[in-house]
Protein backbone atom coordinates (compact mmCIF):
# COMPACT_ATOMS: atom_id res chain seq x y z
CA UNK A 1 0.00 0.00 0.00
CA UNK A 2 1.32 3.52 -1.14
CA UNK A 3 0.71 6.91 0.84
CA UNK A 4 -2.17 8.68 0.01
CA UNK A 5 -3.10 12.31 -0.71
CA UNK A 6 -3.84 12.41 3.03
CA UNK A 7 -0.29 11.15 4.03
CA UNK A 8 0.19 11.84 8.26
CA UNK A 9 3.54 10.82 9.67
CA UNK A 10 2.64 8.92 12.92
CA UNK A 11 4.86 7.44 15.12
CA UNK A 12 4.84 5.50 18.31
CA UNK A 13 3.99 8.51 20.44
CA UNK A 14 1.02 8.63 19.02
CA UNK A 15 0.15 5.08 19.99
CA UNK A 16 -1.06 3.07 23.43
CA UNK A 17 -1.64 -0.15 24.12
CA UNK A 18 -4.55 -2.26 26.54
CA UNK A 19 -4.07 -5.53 27.69
CA UNK A 20 -7.10 -7.27 29.06
CA UNK A 21 -5.95 -9.63 32.22
CA UNK A 22 -8.22 -12.13 33.63
CA UNK A 23 -6.78 -15.06 36.27
CA UNK A 24 -3.36 -14.63 34.40
CA UNK A 25 -0.50 -16.83 34.87
CA UNK A 26 3.36 -15.35 35.23
CA UNK A 27 3.91 -16.02 31.69
CA UNK A 28 1.76 -13.12 30.55
CA UNK A 29 5.00 -10.51 31.55
CA UNK A 30 6.98 -12.29 28.95
CA UNK A 31 4.00 -11.51 26.94
CA UNK A 32 3.32 -8.04 27.47
CA UNK A 33 7.47 -7.38 27.17
CA UNK A 34 7.21 -8.22 23.68
CA UNK A 35 5.37 -5.04 23.09
CA UNK A 36 5.86 -2.99 25.93
CA UNK A 37 8.27 -0.63 23.92
CA UNK A 38 6.51 -1.07 20.81
CA UNK A 39 3.47 1.77 22.26
CA UNK A 40 4.58 4.90 23.52
CA UNK A 41 2.21 3.81 26.94
CA UNK A 42 0.34 0.61 28.21
CA UNK A 43 -3.03 0.29 30.22
CA UNK A 44 -3.40 -2.85 31.85
CA UNK A 45 -7.34 -3.09 32.85
CA UNK A 46 -7.51 -6.76 35.25
CA UNK A 47 -10.76 -8.38 35.52
CA UNK A 48 -9.80 -10.96 37.64
CA UNK A 49 -11.90 -11.65 40.92
CA UNK A 50 -7.92 -11.09 42.79
CA UNK A 51 -4.99 -9.23 41.91
CA UNK A 52 -1.85 -11.13 41.74
CA UNK A 53 1.44 -10.19 43.41
CA UNK A 54 3.15 -10.85 40.32
CA UNK A 55 1.59 -8.01 38.11
CA UNK A 56 1.27 -5.39 41.15
CA UNK A 57 4.76 -6.06 41.58
CA UNK A 58 5.79 -6.11 37.34
CA UNK A 59 3.58 -1.90 37.51
CA UNK A 60 5.35 -0.83 40.33
CA UNK A 61 8.89 -1.42 38.12
CA UNK A 62 7.42 0.09 34.93
CA UNK A 63 4.62 2.52 36.86
CA UNK A 64 6.15 5.14 34.12
CA UNK A 65 5.43 3.41 31.22
CA UNK A 66 1.93 1.99 32.32
CA UNK A 67 -1.17 2.32 34.11
CA UNK A 68 -2.82 -0.51 36.11
CA UNK A 69 -6.77 -0.65 36.99
CA UNK A 70 -8.08 -3.63 39.17
CA UNK A 71 -11.61 -4.27 38.80
CA UNK A 72 -11.95 -6.80 41.36
CA UNK A 73 -14.80 -8.63 39.25
CA UNK A 74 -15.17 -9.78 35.83
CA UNK A 75 -16.76 -7.29 33.90
CA UNK A 76 -16.08 -8.75 30.33
CA UNK A 77 -13.52 -8.43 27.67
CA UNK A 78 -15.75 -5.54 26.01
CA UNK A 79 -15.43 -3.43 28.83
CA UNK A 80 -12.47 -3.76 29.58
CA UNK A 81 -11.48 -2.80 25.56
CA UNK A 82 -13.75 0.18 26.42
CA UNK A 83 -11.76 0.93 29.58
CA UNK A 84 -8.40 1.18 27.80
CA UNK A 85 -10.00 2.90 24.34
CA UNK A 86 -11.54 6.05 27.02
CA UNK A 87 -7.97 6.37 28.97
CA UNK A 88 -5.86 6.51 25.79
CA UNK A 89 -8.55 9.07 24.37
CA UNK A 90 -8.24 11.02 27.58
CA UNK A 91 -4.84 10.72 27.20
CA UNK A 92 -4.26 12.43 23.62
CA UNK A 93 -3.46 9.06 21.87
CA UNK A 94 -4.78 8.40 18.02
CA UNK A 95 -4.46 4.53 17.95
CA UNK A 96 -5.04 1.70 20.69
CA UNK A 97 -2.93 -1.67 20.40
CA UNK A 98 -5.51 -4.29 21.91
CA UNK A 99 -3.79 -6.74 23.39
CA UNK A 100 -4.97 -10.70 24.86
CA UNK A 101 -2.93 -11.88 27.99
CA UNK A 102 -2.12 -14.69 25.94
CA UNK A 103 -0.73 -12.94 22.87
CA UNK A 104 3.08 -12.28 21.80
CA UNK A 105 4.13 -9.69 19.51
CA UNK A 106 6.91 -10.09 17.50
CA UNK A 107 9.14 -7.29 16.80
CA UNK A 108 8.05 -4.19 15.09
CA UNK A 109 4.79 -5.36 14.15
CA UNK A 110 3.09 -1.83 15.83
CA UNK A 111 5.59 0.13 13.51
CA UNK A 112 4.03 -2.08 10.54
CA UNK A 113 0.58 -1.61 11.43
CA UNK A 114 1.07 1.76 11.66
CA UNK A 115 2.53 2.27 8.49
CA UNK A 116 -0.55 0.79 7.07
CA UNK A 117 -2.26 4.15 8.56
CA UNK A 118 0.04 6.30 6.47
CA UNK A 119 -1.39 5.57 3.51
CA UNK A 120 -4.38 7.74 4.06
CA UNK A 121 -7.31 5.50 3.32
CA UNK A 122 -10.04 5.41 6.03
CA UNK A 123 -8.67 2.05 8.14
CA UNK A 124 -10.39 1.51 11.35
CA UNK A 125 -8.36 -1.48 12.30
CA UNK A 126 -5.01 -2.82 10.95
CA UNK A 127 -4.11 -6.42 12.32
CA UNK A 128 -1.67 -8.81 11.95
CA UNK A 129 -1.62 -12.49 10.70
CA UNK A 130 -2.96 -14.77 13.99
CA UNK A 131 -1.29 -18.18 13.76
CA UNK A 132 -1.53 -20.98 17.06
CA UNK A 133 0.44 -23.83 18.01
CA UNK A 134 -0.29 -25.93 15.08
CA UNK A 135 -0.42 -22.94 12.75
CA UNK A 136 -3.40 -23.53 11.18
CA UNK A 137 -3.74 -20.04 9.73
CA UNK A 138 -0.82 -19.98 7.60
CA UNK A 139 -1.21 -20.12 4.53
CA UNK A 140 0.18 -18.51 0.93
CA UNK A 141 -1.39 -15.15 1.50
CA UNK A 142 -0.63 -12.04 -0.43
CA UNK A 143 1.23 -9.14 1.84
CA UNK A 144 -2.00 -7.74 2.86
CA UNK A 145 -5.77 -8.18 2.88
CA UNK A 146 -8.92 -6.42 3.54
CA UNK A 147 -11.30 -8.43 5.95
CA UNK A 148 -14.44 -8.19 7.05
CA UNK A 149 -13.47 -8.94 10.76
CA UNK A 150 -10.68 -9.74 12.72
CA UNK A 151 -10.11 -11.33 16.03
CA UNK A 152 -9.05 -8.80 18.86
CA UNK A 153 -6.19 -9.35 19.80
CA UNK A 154 -2.82 -7.89 18.11
CA UNK A 155 -5.45 -5.10 16.52
CA UNK A 156 -4.19 -1.49 16.02
CA UNK A 157 -6.95 0.42 16.22
CA UNK A 158 -7.83 4.28 15.03
CA UNK A 159 -8.89 5.61 17.89
CA UNK A 160 -10.95 8.06 15.73
CA UNK A 161 -13.10 5.12 13.94
CA UNK A 162 -13.51 4.21 17.57
CA UNK A 163 -15.50 7.53 18.34
CA UNK A 164 -17.56 7.21 15.20
CA UNK A 165 -18.40 3.56 15.08
CA UNK A 166 -19.24 3.41 19.43
CA UNK A 167 -17.42 1.14 21.62
CA UNK A 168 -17.51 -2.39 21.74
CA UNK A 169 -20.95 -4.17 23.25
CA UNK A 170 -21.02 -4.76 26.64
CA UNK A 171 -24.15 -6.56 25.97
CA UNK A 172 -21.87 -9.96 24.28
CA UNK A 173 -19.97 -9.83 28.01
CA UNK A 174 -17.49 -12.13 25.72
CA UNK A 175 -17.43 -13.87 22.77
CA UNK A 176 -18.04 -11.97 19.06
CA UNK A 177 -17.48 -8.74 21.24
CA UNK A 178 -14.93 -8.64 18.51
CA UNK A 179 -16.87 -9.43 15.28
CA UNK A 180 -19.60 -7.14 16.52
CA UNK A 181 -17.29 -4.35 16.38
CA UNK A 182 -16.15 -4.92 13.24
CA UNK A 183 -19.26 -5.31 11.65
CA UNK A 184 -19.73 -1.86 12.88
CA UNK A 185 -17.15 -0.64 11.33
CA UNK A 186 -17.96 -1.68 7.63
CA UNK A 187 -21.28 -0.65 7.73
CA UNK A 188 -19.43 2.70 8.63
CA UNK A 189 -17.32 2.59 5.63
CA UNK A 190 -14.08 1.76 8.12
CA UNK A 191 -11.61 -0.76 6.15
CA UNK A 192 -10.00 -3.45 8.69
CA UNK A 193 -6.72 -4.62 6.72
CA UNK A 194 -5.25 -7.63 7.32
CA UNK A 195 -1.16 -7.41 7.31
CA UNK A 196 -0.25 -11.16 6.57
CA UNK A 197 3.54 -10.59 6.76
CA UNK A 198 3.03 -9.64 10.79
CA UNK A 199 2.72 -13.15 12.71
CA UNK A 200 1.45 -12.69 16.16
CA UNK A 201 1.38 -15.65 18.00
CA UNK A 202 -1.66 -16.54 19.79
CA UNK A 203 -2.58 -19.35 22.03
CA UNK A 204 -6.27 -19.23 21.53
CA UNK A 205 -8.25 -21.22 23.84
CA UNK A 206 -7.14 -24.74 24.57
CA UNK A 207 -6.59 -26.04 20.97
CA UNK A 208 -5.72 -29.97 20.15
CA UNK A 209 -5.47 -31.49 16.71
CA UNK A 210 -7.55 -34.65 16.29
CA UNK A 211 -8.06 -36.78 13.10
CA UNK A 212 -11.30 -38.17 11.39
CA UNK A 213 -11.68 -39.57 8.29
CA UNK A 214 -8.19 -38.81 7.17
CA UNK A 215 -8.72 -35.06 8.16
CA UNK A 216 -7.44 -32.84 10.38
CA UNK A 217 -9.56 -30.71 13.02
CA UNK A 218 -8.82 -28.43 15.44
CA UNK A 219 -11.64 -28.37 18.64
CA UNK A 220 -10.92 -25.27 20.80
CA UNK A 221 -12.15 -27.23 23.99
CA UNK A 222 -13.86 -24.17 25.43
CA UNK A 223 -15.01 -24.51 29.16
CA UNK A 224 -18.85 -25.46 29.46
CA UNK A 225 -19.70 -21.87 30.15
CA UNK A 226 -18.22 -20.15 26.91
CA UNK A 227 -20.54 -22.16 25.19
CA UNK A 228 -23.80 -20.50 26.79
CA UNK A 229 -21.79 -16.89 25.74
CA UNK A 230 -20.94 -18.16 21.98
CA UNK A 231 -24.95 -19.59 21.92
CA UNK A 232 -26.64 -16.56 22.71
CA UNK A 233 -24.39 -14.22 21.20
CA UNK A 234 -24.14 -15.56 18.07
CA UNK A 235 -28.15 -14.83 17.73
CA UNK A 236 -27.53 -11.41 19.39
CA UNK A 237 -25.18 -10.70 16.75
CA UNK A 238 -28.15 -12.20 14.02
CA UNK A 239 -30.44 -10.31 15.29
CA UNK A 240 -28.60 -7.46 15.05
CA UNK A 241 -27.03 -7.68 11.65
CA UNK A 242 -29.07 -10.38 9.52
CA UNK A 243 -30.06 -7.30 7.12
CA UNK A 244 -26.76 -5.52 7.03
CA UNK A 245 -24.06 -8.01 7.10
CA UNK A 246 -26.03 -11.50 5.66
CA UNK A 247 -23.22 -12.53 3.81
CA UNK A 248 -20.45 -11.98 6.67
CA UNK A 249 -23.19 -13.26 9.49
CA UNK A 250 -23.69 -16.03 7.18
CA UNK A 251 -20.11 -17.70 7.25
CA UNK A 252 -20.21 -16.96 11.12
CA UNK A 253 -22.84 -19.09 11.81
CA UNK A 254 -21.34 -22.07 9.90
CA UNK A 255 -17.82 -21.02 12.08
CA UNK A 256 -20.47 -21.84 15.26
CA UNK A 257 -22.27 -24.59 13.92
CA UNK A 258 -18.90 -26.72 12.90
CA UNK A 259 -17.92 -25.09 16.84
CA UNK A 260 -21.31 -27.76 17.71
CA UNK A 261 -20.00 -30.23 15.71
CA UNK A 262 -16.33 -30.55 17.17
CA UNK A 263 -17.71 -30.77 20.48
CA UNK A 264 -19.57 -33.67 19.59
CA UNK A 265 -16.77 -35.54 17.97
CA UNK A 266 -14.06 -34.87 19.87
CA UNK A 267 -14.19 -32.83 23.17
CA UNK A 268 -15.11 -33.75 27.00
CA UNK A 269 -17.64 -33.00 28.96
CA UNK A 270 -19.90 -32.88 25.66
CA UNK A 271 -23.64 -33.09 27.63
CA UNK A 272 -22.41 -29.98 29.79
CA UNK A 273 -21.54 -27.91 27.13
CA UNK A 274 -24.88 -28.20 25.19
CA UNK A 275 -26.56 -27.84 27.79
CA UNK A 276 -24.79 -25.01 28.18
CA UNK A 277 -25.53 -24.21 24.42
CA UNK A 278 -29.44 -24.69 25.53
CA UNK A 279 -29.34 -22.40 28.28
CA UNK A 280 -27.66 -20.39 25.73
CA UNK A 281 -30.47 -20.26 23.57
CA UNK A 282 -33.13 -19.94 25.98
CA UNK A 283 -31.20 -16.96 27.30
CA UNK A 284 -31.97 -14.93 24.18
CA UNK A 285 -35.27 -15.72 23.87
CA UNK A 286 -35.63 -14.28 27.72
CA UNK A 287 -33.33 -11.39 26.05
CA UNK A 288 -30.21 -12.01 28.31
CA UNK A 289 -27.42 -10.05 28.16
CA UNK A 290 -24.02 -8.96 29.56
CA UNK A 291 -22.59 -10.98 32.43
CA UNK A 292 -24.75 -14.61 32.76
CA UNK A 293 -21.89 -16.64 34.76
Known amino acids: MQ ?58 LNKDKMEYIYNGENLGVAAALNIGAQKAIVRGYSFLLTMDQDSKAPPGMVGSLLGLFQTGENIGIASPLH ?16 AYSVMTSGNLMSLEAYKLTGGFCEDFFI ?5 EYCFRLNNNKFKIIQLNTMILNHNEANLSEKKFLFKKYYPQNHSPFRMYYKTRNILLLRHKFKLLNPV ?6 NLYIRTIVKIILFEKQKLKKLKMCLLGFLGYLKGEKGRKF
Open 3 to 60: PGDNYIAYNIDDVAGIVALFNPEESVVENIFSYLNQVKFLIIVDNSEMSSSFINDFVA
Open 131 to 146: SNKYGTHLKNRDDYQQ
Open 175 to 179: DYVDI
Open 248 to 253: QLKHEY
